[in-house]
């Protein structure tokens, strides 16, 4: 956070308030012209052999392709507003939590991971990527906000967010080389922001569960005594009215067996 701060007083100048309002503004109206006009899909969308070939405004454009488009019409009219109004949703929980520098810069970089996974891999599915790195970043902070999927059922972001990675690891799992490293570029800007902090918290958590581990070990059980008479063995559990003390020699006695001094009067 500290790396953060420094950052956003040498380059704050680059926050957009309101950024994923900006976003979900231009998303509808390239849903609306590619609805009208399929072949704008084929002008807008990533492909790196274009932009190679000077069609540079595909770097930006491809963000404002609705996800899932593979062509006009492809999505339904409710689907598309359902989505954008749920990334709306989302960006303004985690700008209200994070600031428009930090959600700025975070979107920026997931975007050079996403342009990455398309130039070196070729994926076409990293533009819902970036829309999910956004979730996973208001999960993130809005661990207990919860959404009516479908406005039925009650869903808190953190097991959203978990069936979601589920989805992920299992895609991760079973896909080819080239699409586990397109998965990791596109998700760049979340395990840079918030891998560090991910290591942090494992590794906490195994440091208390090997104390709490070590104190049970070290427990001492409810049927073992505490205090043991040297002399004639007896506990606070077989007698629980005696009293005991240490004598000089490091033993343990009961007040009874306790030795008495040399000069002591007999």
């Not at 990527?129 to 208001?138: P, Y």
């Not at 919860?146 to 299992?170: D, E, G, N, Q, T």
């Not at 799992?173 to 922001?193: D, H, Q, V, Y």
């Not at 000089?248 to 007999?266: F, M, Q, S, T």
Request: with cysteine; proline share 6%; hydrophobic share 50%.
């Amino acid at each position: 956070m500290r790396m953060l701060d420094k950052l956003e007083r040498r380059l704050g100048f680059i926050a957009i308030p309101g950024l994923i309002r900006i976003v979900v503004g231009f998303t509808a109206l390239a849903y609306v012209l590619t609805f009208l006009n399929p072949e704008i899909f084929s002008v807008l969308d990533l492909k790196p052999e274009r932009i190679r070939h000077g069609e540079i405004w595909r770097l930006i454009t491809y963000i404002f392709i609705p996800r899932g488009i593979g062509g006009a019409g492809s999505l339904q009219p409710l689907w598309v507003v359902l989505a954008l109004w749920f990334l709306w949703f989302i960006g303004e929980k985690l700008e209200a939590v994070w600031g428009p520098f930090r959600t700025t810069l975070y979107f920026l970089v997931g975007m050079i991971g996403t342009t990455i996974a398309a130039f070196l891999f070729g994926a076409q599915f990293s533009n819902s990527m970036l829309g999910l790195s956004i979730f996973f970043a208001t999960a993130w902070f809005c661990p207990d906000e919860v959404i009516y999927v479908l406005f039925i059922l009650p869903m808190k972001f953190k097991w959203l967010a978990w069936i979601s990675a589920a989805f992920l690891l299992l895609g991760f799992a079973t896909g080819p080389l080239s699409e586990k490293a397109a998965m990791i570029a596109a998700f760049s800007n979340f395990f840079i922001f918030f891998g560090p902090e991910i290591v942090h918290r494992v590794r906490h958590r195994q440091e208390v569960s090997s104390r709490r581990k070590r104190f049970e070990e070290q427990a001492r059980p409810e049927d073992e005594p505490l205090h043991r008479c040297t002399t004639c063995g007896a506990t606070e559990l077989t007698d629980p009215s005696l009293e005991f003390r240490v004598a000089r020699d490091g033993e343990e006695y009961c007040l009874a067996h306790l030795p008495r001094p040399a000069n002591a009067p007999i």
